[in-house]
């Protein structure tokens, strides 16, 4: 019993006597990852005498215990000193190469799939980093973004440096980032109101740039960036998500409020009627960002409509596409945003609670929005939806189909992440039964933007079918990774001419790894919105752009997609559990000697059966990549000429 804390305990008893009459064996709930990672972290796997204890203390049984042990990557004891992600971005990146390198140093390498550093990689994680906290001081008042991308970028090296110059008169502001990723480590000073950049820095220019500033000559300073929200490539951007990004300490309460948090709920709940709030999103035509772009009002007014007392909301922070971070970003720079959305949800369907389901390589997401999230209830902002409401983190345990929204609810019963068949859709029976409703982190963020500026406003720019916004994060192998929020429309190519580089790019995977990869070229003719992706046979997803370089390799990267498919199939449905399989050993063979007469054929009807049969996206998508590489550079495949 040592391991339950008193507050899972009595978790576990509001599920157990408020939701369910009987014992269910088969939803221990979510803290049973906690009690697994706390057990093999300090003890290693537990024995089968183990098994059977945990599975007592946590209402289930043993062979769930097991079957959960052996499902989650992270549930299997890591002796690794050292961490590099194999995602995408950073593979573009050379982290291949780097993992090589490390090893031959005598590190014990271990594997992730993004850290949410797609910008700064080849990420390597050794230990979590502490991150000093904001300072107050009366006088400079100085500003450095703590986001995980700008730590690896240096910041905290920075942040060292001014303290070692400066007296505690000074207050230094730990912030978000604002997106601009090549420009950082930056340094901002508010001057009479208005917040004057340095940026990138070394540490070794802080001496430098504080003198500057103490003189007054701003000007004079080559790392002078002037005014930030003057900047070209702030101007050029239309910021609703990302509009508080980089501005304040993201945990302190009374900023986030001055800079517009919670300005509708807290103002007037009155207004947060169901009707009103579904008309707002539906002028504002706001789409799910998660991936699929479905309506929101439509499947919150589905919620609404069912007439159960217990009901979720659910945001989805696992952000498993590799070469996304723009979720991380605002649970480390704007977490209130995200909780406001979760919030105005909540009141309008009439949910019972809130949870976010949160990978587990985001462990400074979870210090800031664990924090904003008590400092939310603290204020009253939970009980403007109900006396006993309240947002749980639930952390992930390494599997990438949990990201898919009835696998995520399965893991969050402390179950297999399992997709589970459609319908019930979540709306109707989703967490533990009850109508849920799942949506993407940036989702509830641009909600709470929505009911502070109008859905008129919002919905009057963009496309016609693509309203609003794109949060584009445009990484790997281009000469300048950033990440920016713009109005869908254009070309992704003018994306790439205003904010970032196609100079030196090959290829362009956009939306994942399901996504479609493009020849550089090709992007002129692609509009930027889910329609124009879809119509050039690819999708938008979460808005990640990964470039390749000249170094390029068409087959190795077909064969590590399908490897990360077959390894993260959760198994449910026949034509992904083996399909992927047969799929990665056709791709290992074609183009090579051992090619067999068919293999073609043979690839081109799994093709077909998989994209059509499959029970969720990871089997129907997983032959995207695939197909759109091997169309577009056959020599890799030896030739067109081969069947
Ligand atoms: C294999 C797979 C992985 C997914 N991963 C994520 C994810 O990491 N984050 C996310 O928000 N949606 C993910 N989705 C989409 C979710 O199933 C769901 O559509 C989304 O969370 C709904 O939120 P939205 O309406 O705000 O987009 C994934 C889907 C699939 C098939
Ligand atoms: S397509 Fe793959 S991941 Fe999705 S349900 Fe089927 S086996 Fe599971």
């Not at 042990?69 to 590099?84: A, C, F, H, Q, W």
């Not at 002078?224 to 050029?236: A, N, R, T, V, W």
């Not at 501005?247 to 009155?270: H, I, K, R």
């Not at 009835?406 to 009850?434: F, I, M, N």
Request: proline fraction near 4%; charge should be negative; glycine fraction near 12%.
């Amino acid at each position: 019993m040592g391991l339950l804390s008193r507050e899972l305990e009595s978790l576990r008893g509001v599920i157990m006597t408020e939701e369910y009459s009987g014992w269910d064996p088969g939803r221990p709930g979510h803290e049973l990852f906690d009690i697994l990672k706390e057990e093999i972290r300090s003890k290693g796997q537990p024995s089968a005498e183990r098994v059977r204890e945990i599975a007592s203390i946590s209402g289930t049984t043993a062979a769930k215990v097991r079957g959960v042990i052996g499902y989650y990557s992270e549930l299997k004891p890591d002796n690794s000193t050292v961490r590099v992600c194999m995602g995408e971005a950073c593979r573009a990146r050379g982290s291949e190469l780097v993992a090589k390198f490390l090893a031959n140093e005598g590190d014990t390498v271990g594997i992730l799939h993004c850290a949410g550093l797609c910008t700064s990689g080849p990420a390597v994680l050794r230990d979590e980093t502490i991150v000093p906290r904001s300072s107050t001081g009366t006088g400079l008042q100085l500003f450095v973004s703590m986001d995980s991308i700008s730590q690896k970028l240096g910041s905290e090296k920075v942040v060292k440096s001014l303290i070692q110059e400066l007296d505690n008169t000074v207050s230094i502001t730990r912030t978000g980032s604002r997106g601009l990723y090549h420009l950082e480590p930056m340094l901002e000073v508010d001057i009479e109101g208005l917040r004057h950049a340095f940026g990138p820095l070394e540490p070794s220019d802080v001496k430098d740039v504080l003198n500057t500033i103490i003189g007054g000559n701003l000007n004079s300073h080559s790392l002078y960036l002037g005014e930030i929200d003057k900047h070209p490539e702030m101007l050029s951007q239309q910021r609703f998500a990302m509009a508080r990004l980089g501005v304040c300490d993201p945990t302190d309460f009374e900023s986030q409020l001055a800079l517009g948090a919670y300005l509708g709920l807290m103002n007037a709940p009155s207004m947060y009627a169901t009707e009103k709030v579904l008309d707002v999103l539906e002028k504002a035509g706001l789409r799910g960002r998660g991936g699929a772009g479905f309506p929101t009002h439509l499947k919150w007014e589905a919620a609404s409509r069912e007439r159960d007392p217990i009901k979720h909301v659910v945001a989805n922070a696992d952000e498993g596409d590799a070469g996304t971070f723009i979720d991380r970003m605002i649970m480390e720079g704007d977490p209130h945003s995200l909780i406001e959305g979760m919030v105005i949800c909540a009141h309008t369907i009439g949910a019972t609670d809130g949870w976010v389901y949160l990978r587990s390589e985001y462990p400074d997401a979870k210090r800031t929005l664990q924090s904003a999230i008590d400092s939310a209830r603290e204020e009253g902002v939970f009980s403007q939806v109900g006396p006993n409401f309240d947002i749980t983190i639930a952390v992930g345990a390494g599997s990438y189909v949990c990201g898919e929204e009835t696998a995520l609810l399965e893991s969050l019963e402390g179950k297999r992440g399992e997709v589970r068949a459609r319908p019930p859709y979540p709306t109707q029976e989703g967490l533990y039964g009850h109508p849920t409703i799942v949506n993407n982190v940036l989702t509830f963020s641009l909600v709470s933007s929505l009911m502070r500026e109008g859905g008129e406003t919002y919905g009057a720019i963009g496309t016609e079918s693509s309203k609003g916004t794109v949060v584009a994060q445009l990484v790997g192998d281009t000469q300048k990774p950033t990440c920016v929020e713009v109005p869908f429309g254009g070309t992704v190519k003018e994306l790439f001419d205003n904010h970032s580089s196609l100079e030196g790019v090959t290829a362009v995977q956009v939306g994942g790894p399901l996504g479609s990869v493009f020849k550089a070229e090709e992007l002129a003719n692609i509009e930027l919105s889910f329609e124009g992706l879809t119509a050039a046979g690819g999708l938008l997803g979460h808005g990640g752009f990964v470039c390749y370089g000249s170094d390029f390799d068409p087959r190795s990267e077909v064969i590590d997609w399908m490897t990360f498919f077959r390894d993260e199939s959760c198994g449910k449905c026949t034509p992904c559990r083996i399909g992927t399989q047969r799929a990665l050993e056709l791709l290992e063979r074609i183009g090579t000697d051992s090619e067999k007469a068919g293999d073609r054929t043979l690839l081109a009807d799994l093709d077909e059966v998989m994209t059509e049969t499959s029970l969720c996206a990871l089997g129907g998508l997983a032959m995207n990549p695939v197909r759109s590489t091997m169309k577009r550079w056959p020599a890799s495949f030896g030739g067109e000429n081969n069947e």
